[in-house]
């Protein structure tokens, strides 16, 4: 089955700092990739995602690259803010199996400080 | 718009009790998939349900069991509890079968003593 790994699980970055989060999964087949931000005491928010067929989507200061001939894909965070401070999970699709199993990574702390 | 709403927001059960969780999608949603977050972790999948049929089984003991109501609100089932039963339960939804695009719920915390 699919399997995703993410790095680092802390990152601690200054406020104005570019962050970045990189996953690598196992699954060549995966075809959706989406990036989840969990702030303390609430669920996973969807932040960004990105289908197989593209590269790259930017949605102002936060982008998502993908290459998938090395089966890995970043989430980049740039002019980093306090409120950007929170869990970061990276997660695939799982596509031998039912469509409704995201396949998540361990999580990213990060810390952005004032 | 309401979001993904959950219930209860915390509970605390002892060993071998029975808990049932509560979960209403986003209106329009028909799919709703549990998953479980121990401290610490990625959410793992559970459940799927569409349309009021299971649709995805995620490697859980047969103690968790689901269902789906016509109105697309979802229950999760967990009997004979164990300590290692304790996380945050979440609720999510989507539009249709596909995972794209899901919604999380705050989740219920669950506490077995």
């Known amino acids: 089955g699919e399997n995703v790994e993410q790095h680092p699980s802390t990152l601690s970055v200054q406020e104005g700092d570019s962050a970045v989060i990189k996953c690598t999964y196992s699954?060549?087949?995966?075809?959706?990739f989406p990036w989840y931000k969990q702030e303390l005491g609430k669920g996973p928010q969807l932040i960004i995602d990105?289908?197989?067929?593209?590269g790259e989507k930017k949605d102002q200061r936060i982008a998502v690259t993908l290459n998938k001939t090395a089966k890995h894909f970043s989430l980049h965070i740039t002019e980093t803010q306090p409120e950007d401070s929170a869990v970061y999970f990276c997660?695939?699709?799982?596509?031998?199996?039912?469509?409704?199993?995201?396949?998540f990574g361990k999580g990213t702390k990060l810390s952005v400080k004032p | 718009d309401a979001g993904v709403t959950q219930s209860p927001t915390h509970l605390i059960k002892t060993r071998g009790q029975q808990v049932t969780l509560r979960c209403s999608p986003i209106?329009?949603?028909?799919?709703v998939s549990w998953y479980q977050q121990v401290l610490g972790q990625g959410p793992q999948f559970i459940f799927q349900?569409?349309?009021?049929?299971?649709?995805g089984r995620g490697n859980f003991p047969d103690r968790f069991s689901a269902r789906q109501f016509p109105n697309y609100s979802s229950e999760l089932n967990v009997n004979a509890l164990l300590l290692g039963d304790s996380a945050l339960y979440l609720c999510?939804?989507?539009?249709?079968?596909?995972?794209?695009?899901?919604?999380f719920g705050s989740g219920t915390q669950l506490s077995v003593l």
């Open positions: 349900y569409y349309e009021k049929e299971e649709r």
């Open positions: 997660a695939a699709i799982s596509p031998g199996g039912s469509q409704g199993n995201l396949i």
């Open positions: 999510a939804s989507s539009i249709g079968q596909s995972v794209e695009k899901l919604f």
């Open positions: 990105i289908r197989s067929n593209v």
């Open positions: 699954d060549s087949a995966s075809n959706y």
């Open positions: 209106s329009g949603h028909k799919s």
